[in-house]
């Protein structure tokens, strides 16, 4: 976990997450068939850098977790089945 | 000033590089076997009609010249060059699996519309059991039978397949597929001829991309 | 210079265009708060995205498992029943709360992906 980020940093990255969202609802709403594609394409997809929540209470941030170096499929890390069973039909 | 990610590859592209999306100059940044391509920059770019398009056409530019590249997300920013190595380091396994998948490959994207109220319930094995109904209705439902013909029909040509489903209708589903970059022409003559066999359903087909869906690990 | 796009009907377009609107402004805040006012909605909707978020991830891999071949039919069964049970229990929990079913999403970063 990282204790990197300063508490305002936090609130201004929210703060800026919201001006995109709306500064896309912009975009979308005139937007023609190409530019929707545009949109969903580099905006929607592509490797991601964050991959993180933040949990907080009564509006502190508390607690930050990536999730990402939690979460796995099985098999990946596992073996499929953990070598229990083989390919099956 | 932090760094705007561009893509990660294996080597650095050939030939020049040209400007970022601020028209800041782009440059490449080794990993010990990947690279990316990054742009200094102030601020987080807004997203506008013109800088989406250009991230688009720096992304195309890239994937062009290097054997294999990883479109990252518009405006995907690090704080400074140790940020970015951290970001690397932390992925690199998964950054290699996935490069090596895409190489040669782009991308078709394939956007499914259904009209008609879908009838729930399908012909099933009278063997299956209400459990594997369920999960076979849920993997229909990001896959849609509808356009199971057109799918199977471009299997020989499609390196790797995700879907997404929407519940926006008449959208339902987004199809993506990884193909070579010498099947391109094969693939639009297949979909062509396969496109006319849709009974209940619309497609509307578009790339080449760059393989933004398949970036990812899934 | 624009690239071409097949051409859509009127209404798919305005159907990706609420999709693409819905998803980016759901995305904008990935982070939870638990507020004192309202203590029981709060952690109602973190526990409840939570699992949902874990449940698509559970039935992703179900689904990929399925479709490998590397499930036995019993085991299909059985995680479908359960998976069922989950989505419905959640989407209960949900409705009891008075929490919408849009809420329950997050997109996070690399992790969307998994779902």
């Not at chain 3, 973190?46 to 085991?75: H, N, S, W």
Request: overall charge positive.
């Amino acid at each position: 976990m990282s204790g990197q980020r300063t508490h305002g940093a936090r609130r201004r990255a929210g703060a800026a997450l919201e001006s995109k969202s709306r500064e896309v609802g912009v975009l979308a709403e005139q937007a023609d068939a190409s530019l929707l594609e545009i949109v969903d394409h580099v905006l929607n997809k592509g490797v991601v850098i964050q991959g993180e929540v933040v949990l907080g209470v009564a509006s502190v941030d508390l607690v930050y977790v990536r999730l990402s170096a939690v979460l796995c499929a099985a098999d990946r890390v596992l073996g499929n089945g953990a070598g229990k069973r083989n390919k099956v039909r | 000033m932090k760094l705007l990610v561009y893509a990660i590859a294996r080597s650095a592209p050939r030939g020049k590089l040209g400007v970022g999306v601020q028209r800041e100059a782009l440059a490449v940044r080794a990993h010990g076997g990947l690279v990316s391509i990054v742009g200094k920059v102030a601020s987080s770019p807004r997203i506008t009609e013109e800088s989406l398009y250009a991230h688009d056409r720096i992304v195309r530019r890239i994937a062009a010249r290097t054997s294999a590249a990883l479109p990252m997300r518009f405006g995907s920013t690090v704080v400074d060059e140790s940020a970015l190595e951290r970001f690397v380091e932390e992925r690199r396994g998964e950054f290699v699996q996935a490069l090596s998948k895409v190489r040669g490959c782009e991308q078709f994207t394939l956007r499914v519309f259904v009209d008609a109220s879908r009838a729930l319930e399908r012909p099933t094995l009278c063997t299956d059991g209400p459990g594997a109904r369920y999960l076979r209705a849920r993997a229909e439902s990001h896959f849609p039978p509808e356009i199971a013909q057109l799918r199977a029909l471009l299997a020989p040509l499609v390196k790797d397949e995700r879907a997404e489903a929407h519940d926006v209708p008449p959208l339902v589903a987004s199809v993506y597929h990884l193909v070579p970059r010498a099947s391109r022409a094969a693939y639009r003559a297949l979909y062509a001829r396969g496109v006319q066999e849709l009974a209940s359903a619309r497609v509307a087909l578009s790339g080449p991309w760059p393989t933004y869906a398949f970036a990812e690990s899934a | 210079m624009k690239r071409p796009v097949a051409p859509l009907r009127a209404k798919d377009l305005d159907a990706l265009r609420a999709d693409l609107e819905g998803r980016i402004g759901r995305a904008s805040a990935p982070r939870w708060n638990v507020n004192p006012e309202d203590a029981q909605r709060s952690v109602a909707r973190l526990v409840l995205t939570l699992v949902e978020f874990l449940r698509r991830l559970l039935e992703k891999q179900a689904i990929r498992r399925m479709d490998a071949g590397t499930l036995a039919p019993e085991e299909v069964e059985a995680i479908g029943v359960a998976l069922m049970r989950l989505e419905e229990t959640v989407h209960e929990l949900a409705r009891r709360f008075g929490i919408p079913k849009e809420e329950l999403n997050l997109d996070l970063g690399p992790l969307g992906k998994l779902i």
